[in-house]
């Protein structure tokens, strides 16, 4: 079990900085601490906390390299995942049909997994990329606590993956696509390693003007419009069998508190 309360190294080394750096943090930045004497001491729940709701403006913006934001996170991403997406688009995927014993399964953005472990049990293969090795390494260390056997890993920035072209049945892609500086590129590589009538299940979010969520999930664009995701994928050669706005209630908690958070879910077909 992780240690509740921390001292300052530990408190550093959650953040994957040095003690010089958190240091300056903790002197120009509100971070939850608690002075005992001489001695601070941290909450290792409301430091998370503080993280995950973009109360740091400056050490959000240091980080714009969303690998090291992503590195950084990797062991607490869970948590910090759940105060602003819910699990109810890997509900969707799991009933929509598209999901088939056989097929070879490629999750885009995989993170630690949850996605890809919820999914592997219906599928023979899940190929999980991620451009955070550190999230592969959770992702890898959780399948083998569920007993997953079925789970590959590459570590990519999922517009140029290793994979052989028209290899993959099917790929899914849950808010990956606002960390990707040129989406289109990662959507042609999507048609690149699909099958003919390989299909692509897309959940991300509809543009929204919520500064609060970009910063603190270190996102490059703020969603997207039906009408660029719909154009993109057909310039790349796919027909869009199903798209769908969820609302709020498919967002946690702090993406639905300001404007912004709504969540789109996407089918599309390669021809």
């Known amino acids: 079990m992780d240690k509740e309360i921390l001292n300052m190294e530990e408190a550093a080394e959650l953040f994957n900085v040095s003690i010089k750096t958190f240091i300056k943090l903790l002197k120009e930045e509100k971070v939850p601490a608690r002075k005992i004497g001489r001695e601070w001491r941290f909450s290792r729940q409301a430091l998370i906390q503080w993280l995950s709701a973009g109360d740091s403006q400056q ?3 240091s980080e ?8 950084r996170v990797a062991a607490e991403w869970s ?18 049909g598209l999901l088939e014993k056989d097929m070879v399964l490629v999750d885009l953005g995989a ?6 472990r919820a999914v592997a049990p219906s599928v023979d293969t899940v190929i999980a990329v991620d451009i955070s090795g550190a999230m592969i390494s959770e992702l890898r260390k959780k399948a083998a606590a569920e007993g997953i056997r079925n789970i590959q890993t590459i570590v990519s920035d999922g517009c140029d993956v290793p994979l052989e072209d028209g290899s993959v049945d099917l790929v899914c892609a849950n808010m990956f696509l606002h960390h990707i500086e040129e989406p289109i590129s990662a959507v042609r590589e999507m048609g690149r390693i699909l099958k003919p009538g390989g299909k ?3 959940a991300d979010l509809v543009e929204h003007g919520n500064k609060e969520l970009m910063e603190a ?8 419009s039906r009408k660029d995701i719909s154009d993109w994928f057909l310039r790349c050669g796919f027909s869009i069998r199903q798209f769908d706005t969820l609302g709020q209630k498919t967002s946690g908690r702090k993406a639905g ?4 958070g709504s969540v789109f879910v996407m089918t599309a077909v390669k021809q």
């Open 59 to 61: 050490y959000s913006s």
């Open 217 to 224: 999930m270190h996102d490059v664009w703020p969603g997207f």
């Open 200 to 202: 692509v299940f897309l």
């Open 111 to 116: 993170g630690d997994g949850y996605l890809a």
């Open 79 to 96: 948590k910090l995942r759940s105060g602003y997406y819910d699990e109810d688009v890997i509900n969707i995927l799991q009933s929509s």
């Open 257 to 260: 508190k300001k404007k912004g």
């Open 64 to 71: 714009s390299d969303p690998k090291e934001f992503f590195d």
